[in-house]
């Protein structure tokens, strides 16, 4: 019996972990031929604004599977509109009768796959087959779904992931970067910048303020706009106080978690593509990296000067001898409206009588809650508490 995989997706864009779970499945469940469709308009994820063309993400898939055995299929971009899987299954059974069908994806989509349109009838003609990237609570919820489609008579393949592991919308947010080549095929990346997708073409450099607002917001996770733009108007409040650049305080506030949204591999990433040598600490705790890699992306991406780029690069921890513009991000990223737990009215009321006297507030509850934790209070950290309880 003829034996075929269906892997679809937006491919947007198509990343070396998609390849190499393909080529893995491929081999593993030992197909006779694996099909990667990218979808026209997908029923599950918005493609965003801005994103390439129909044709060019067909072309990116087509330049990314090149030197392997799978099929690109542009069956989905050729039938238009919503693009229904059951569909596209209807549409292999008749150019495979009698083959065994094993339907490719993700943990999210497998979670939901009871819930896509005319389930019943996809479920019946395809074999689901489930990638994980190995975490205890994924691999759970994986292990319920898979019993509650056995218990239907549905039967499921579930398949560790050994592979690259890299989200689309990470990958876009590193394009911008321009940290993206380790996730890229060459030839896609090439393609990528020749036709300027991503913003791989923009420059960036001194963006007036109300454009450098709606970049950083398109860059970071939908839940983080508010705080980011909380900070900016903090800071430049403080800015008002204390007599600092009020337009240095308002582009630091903007772009102080530029990399948030990165997870710590990623974090890792961007540093060894920008060279950047890390301590013990910054290894062990690659999370707390953000601050790092928002200077250098500050300054190489953003163009920012050296004001902002070093407010930007000790927000999180502090360090000996901040100046007042270091000292107002620290604080207002503490602070900012939408900020909630015990003692923060009190820091705010610090923030405008006593700047130096909100940053050992903020410094404290933070190598306290730290302790509390188990975790290492970073060198910086003692440093700027010791240099500001202490100095004359």
């Known amino acids: 019996m003829e034996r075929i995989g269906i892997f679809g997706g937006t491919y947007n864009p198509p990343h070396l972990g998609h390849i190499q779970a393909a080529v893995y499945g491929k081999t593993a469940l ?27 993400r ?3 898939v087509t330049l990314a599977a090149e030197g392997t055995d799978l099929t690109v299929s542009d069956m ?39 819930s ?40 499921s393949v579930v398949m560790e ?26 030839k896609v990346l090439a393609f990528i910048r020749d036709n300027g997708l991503y913003g791989t073409g923009r420059n960036y450099t001194n963006l007036p303020m109300e454009e450098l607002e709606k970049v950083v917001c398109s860059l970071v996770k939908p839940n983080r706009v508010a705080h980011i733009l909380g900070c900016r108007d ?37 540093c060894d593509q920008y060279g950047m040598e890390l301590d013990a600490f910054s290894r062990e705790y690659p999370k707390t990296l953000h601050a790092h890699t928002g200077a250098m992306v500050a300054e190489r991406i953003f163009g920012e000067n050296e004001a902002v780029v070093s407010a930007i690069h000790s927000h999180t921890t502090g360090k000996a001898g901040m100046n007042i513009l270091e000292k107002i991000i620290y604080v207002a990223d503490y602070m900012e409206p939408n900020r909630r737990f015990d003692g923060v009215e009190l820091l705010r009321a610090a923030a405008f ?40």
């Open 161 to 186: 992931n050994p592979v690259t592991e890299i989200s689309s919308t990470q990958l876009r947010r590193m394009l911008v970067f321009d940290c993206a080549a380790p996730f890229l095929n060459e």
């Open 76 to 114: 989905e971009l050729s039938r238009g509109g919503a693009s229904y899987t059951y569909e596209t299954v209807l549409t292999l059974r008749h150019q495979h009768p009698g083959a065994e069908l094993f339907l490719m994806m993700g943990t999210d989509m497998f979670l939901t796959l009871d």
């Open 30 to 56: 030992n197909l006779d031929k694996l099909y990667l469709i990218p979808s026209h308009i997908s029923p599950h994820k918005e493609i965003p604004t801005g994103s390439p063309t129909p044709e060019q």
């Open 58 to 60: 067909l072309k990116m």
């Open 234 to 270: 903090t800071a430049v409040e403080l800015a008002k106080k204390w007599g600092a650049d009020e337009t240095d305080a308002a582009r630091a506030g903007l772009l102080h978690d530029i990399t948030k949204a990165l997870d710590g591999p990623l974090q890792l990433t961007l």
């Open 353 to 392: 009588a006593d700047i130096d006297k909100a940053m050992v507030m903020g410094l404290e509850m933070t190598v306290s809650l730290l302790k509390k934790e188990g975790k290492t209070i970073s060198k910086e950290s003692q440093e700027a508490l010791e240099d500001l309880k202490y100095k004359p």
């Open 116 to 155: 896509w349109r005319e389930a019943q009838l996809l479920l019946s003609q395809v074999t689901p087959v489930v990638f994980y990237r190995g975490d205890k609570g994924e691999r759970e919820q994986i292990e319920e779904k898979r019993q509650f489609f056995a218990s239907q008579g549905i039967s």
